[in-house]
């Protein structure tokens, strides 16, 4: 698990270090400052460069840039990625992600909020030649492509191309370092909601032992903790994905309560081989103030679970996670939006306010393609307002018409349905009883049964 789960951990708390650091006195402030530096400085991250340039033209459009850096000192929401990774001694990779967390911060409120995302979420992954996949592969496919900026930077790319939230940062983690971290607080106290019997917990030597937990409050080292974390045998990834917050929320209390400052630099030399990020010392830092004013009562935590994603199986027999991007949208809303802002709905999520009216024309000799579509719209949040048989049964391509001006609807729609440029027309001067028209062709194939 290059859990970058626990990433967010060291990010969240780790601002309290920093205020401490500044508070504690000015000399073990610079010390460890310069031991910070020394471990960015050590992870050869590659660089992030334009990504846009490697996609085919008519999809450059469609690829959403690299967030800038968030100006914290005047208040704008820090968005940190956090991935965790079964990173295991003798491997070299490359690796899906275990876990998916997107960690938020507002320096205007003082409140941070947490959003997993289950690793079987069935997504398009924005990169040439990845099409739709579940998410945790993105960072697989990063590194195994050379993609610029490797996995991270791809796992950073699909989740703002997916679900409109700018990532500026990422934050990765492995099993040792998840060990090392907890360890180095002196473990953690988690609350046990019900006892947990694993009979076949997976080691990392690929055997397999008896977990057993009990319910109450449990003092867990780095090894129970990881244990605790990783065990799904009893429920689910939804099931693990809470106690995943519960450890980072439990070692976050842990490190309120102990001198952190005196720890800082061990953990972080400790960390040096085990940890990535693309924050710079100075990132870091300008959180420290700001992280450490977050009340517990002031951090939200949600997952993208059966409420807001559905159980399906694809043609190739595997089962996997249909999004329902409105739900989602609205949680997201609720996560990352400021409370009061107007607009932000546009900002986040501007599929959903052009809110574009579709109909979808059968223009092949395939009886119910027009319904497969609906369906395939409706699951992702759209109004399908309409559907029946083209004037023509002979299409060879399919055809986009613009009524109204829905650019976010219209690259998406483009991509999803293959949809070339020539074959998008514009006709925004009629009086339409729609905002998009899609006339299907023999290219298109439905993604599901």
Same mark, same amino acid.
């Given at each position: 698990?290059?859990?970058?789960?626990?990433?967010?951990?060291?990010?969240?708390? %780790?601002?309290?270090?920093?205020?401490?650091?500044?508070?504690?006195?000015?000399?073990?402030?610079?010390?460890?400052?310069?031991?910070?530096?020394?471990?960015?400085?050590?992870?050869?991250?590659?660089?992030?460069?334009?990504?846009?340039?490697?996609?085919?033209?008519?999809?450059?459009? $469609?690829?959403?840039?690299?967030?800038?850096?968030?100006?914290?000192?005047? %208040?704008?929401?820090?968005?940190?990625?956090?991935?965790?990774?079964?990173?295991?001694?003798?491997?070299?990779?490359?690796?899906?992600?275990?876990?998916?967390?997107?960690?938020? $911060?507002?320096?205007?409120?003082?409140?941070?909020?947490?959003?997993?995302?289950?690793?079987?979420?069935?997504?398009?992954?924005?990169?040439?030649?990845?099409?739709?996949?579940?998410?945790?592969?993105?960072?697989?496919?990063?590194?195994?492509?050379?993609?610029?900026?490797?996995?991270?930077?791809?796992?950073?790319?699909?989740?703002?191309?997916?679900?409109?939230?700018?990532?500026?940062?990422?934050? $990765?983690?492995?099993?040792?370092?998840?060990?090392?971290?907890?360890?180095?607080?002196? %473990?953690?106290?988690?609350?046990?909601?019900?006892?947990?019997?694993?009979?076949?917990?997976?080691?990392?030597?690929?055997?397999?032992?008896?977990?057993?937990?009990?319910?109450?409050?449990?003092?867990?080292?780095?090894?129970?903790?990881?244990?605790?974390?990783?065990?799904?045998?009893?429920?689910?990834?939804?099931?693990?994905?809470?106690?995943?917050?519960?450890?980072?929320?439990?070692?976050?209390?842990?490190?309120?309560?102990?001198?952190?400052?005196?720890?800082?630099?061990?953990?972080?030399?400790?960390?040096?081989?085990?940890?990535?990020?693309?924050?710079?010392?100075?990132?870091?830092?300008?959180?420290?103030?700001?992280?450490?004013?977050?009340?517990?009562?002031?951090?939200?935590?949600?997952?993208?679970?059966?409420?807001?994603? /559905?159980?399906?199986?694809?043609?190739?027999?595997?089962?996997?996670?249909?999004?329902?991007?409105?739900?989602?949208?609205?949680?997201?809303?609720?996560?990352?939006?400021?409370?009061?802002?107007?607009?932000?709905?546009?900002?986040?999520?501007?599929?959903?306010?052009?809110?574009?009216?579709?109909?979808? $024309?059968?223009?092949?000799?395939?009886?119910?393609?027009?319904?497969?579509?609906?369906?395939?719209?409706?699951?992702?949040?759209?109004?399908?307002?309409?559907?029946?048989?083209?004037?023509?049964?002979? /299409?060879?391509?399919?055809?986009?018409?613009?009524?109204?001006?829905?650019?976010?609807?219209?690259?998406?729609?483009?991509?999803?349905?293959?949809?070339?440029?020539?074959?998008?027309?514009?006709?925004?001067?009629?009086?339409?009883?729609?905002?998009?028209?899609?006339?299907?062709?023999?290219?298109?194939?439905?993604?599901?049964?």
């Amino acid at each position: 698990m290059r859990n970058k789960t626990v990433h967010f951990f060291l990010w969240l708390f %780790g601002g309290m270090f920093f205020t401490m650091l500044v508070c504690g006195g000015i000399g073990a402030g610079y010390y460890f400052f310069d031991t910070i530096r020394a471990y960015t400085a050590s992870a050869a991250l590659p660089a992030i460069n334009n990504i846009v340039a490697d996609f085919p033209t008519q999809q450059q459009a $469609l690829v959403p840039t690299v967030a800038p850096a968030p100006k914290v000192s005047e %208040g704008e929401r820090v968005n940190v990625l956090l991935l965790g990774i079964d990173r295991r001694e003798g491997e070299h990779g490359p690796w899906r992600t275990d876990t998916m967390i997107v960690a938020t $911060l507002d320096p205007k409120t003082k409140s941070a909020a947490m959003l997993t995302i289950p690793r079987d979420l069935y997504v398009p992954i924005p990169a040439p030649g990845a099409g739709e996949n579940r998410i945790n592969t993105a960072n697989f496919y990063g590194d195994q492509t050379n993609y610029p900026g490797g996995g991270p930077a791809l796992a950073k790319k699909t989740i703002e191309y997916n679900f409109a939230i700018p990532i500026h940062y990422y934050v $990765l983690i492995d099993f040792n370092g998840f060990r090392k971290i907890i360890d180095a607080l002196g %473990g953690i106290d988690v609350n046990v909601p019900y006892a947990i019997d694993d009979p076949e917990y997976p080691t990392e030597d690929y055997g397999v032992m008896r977990l057993q937990i009990p319910a109450g409050m449990q003092h867990m080292d780095g090894a129970l903790a990881l244990q605790y974390a990783r065990t799904r045998h009893g429920d689910s990834d939804f099931g693990r994905s809470q106690r995943q917050m519960q450890v980072i929320l439990a070692a976050r209390d842990k490190a309120l309560k102990i001198n952190a400052l005196a720890q800082a630099p061990q953990l972080l030399q400790q960390l040096r081989a085990t940890i990535e990020t693309d924050m710079t010392p100075e990132q870091m830092l300008a959180l420290a103030p700001i992280a450490a004013q977050v009340r517990a009562d002031n951090i939200k935590t949600r997952s993208i679970d059966l409420n807001t994603a /559905y159980e399906i199986k694809l043609n190739t027999g595997a089962d996997v996670l249909w999004p329902d991007r409105e739900k989602i949208g609205a949680m997201i809303q609720e996560l990352f939006a400021p409370p009061t802002s107007v607009g932000s709905v546009a900002a986040l999520n501007p599929l959903k306010a052009e809110a574009a009216r579709i109909i979808i $024309l059968n223009g092949t000799a395939k009886d119910g393609l027009a319904a497969m579509a609906s369906r395939y719209l409706k699951s992702a949040g759209f109004n399908v307002t309409q559907i029946g048989n083209a004037e023509r049964r002979d /299409y060879a391509k399919t055809i986009l018409v613009n009524l109204a001006d829905k650019p976010a609807t219209t690259a998406w729609l483009q991509e999803r349905f293959n949809i070339d440029a020539a074959n998008v027309r514009q006709n925004l001067t009629a009086q339409p009883d729609s905002d998009i028209r899609i006339i299907l062709g023999n290219d298109w194939t439905p993604p599901l049964e």
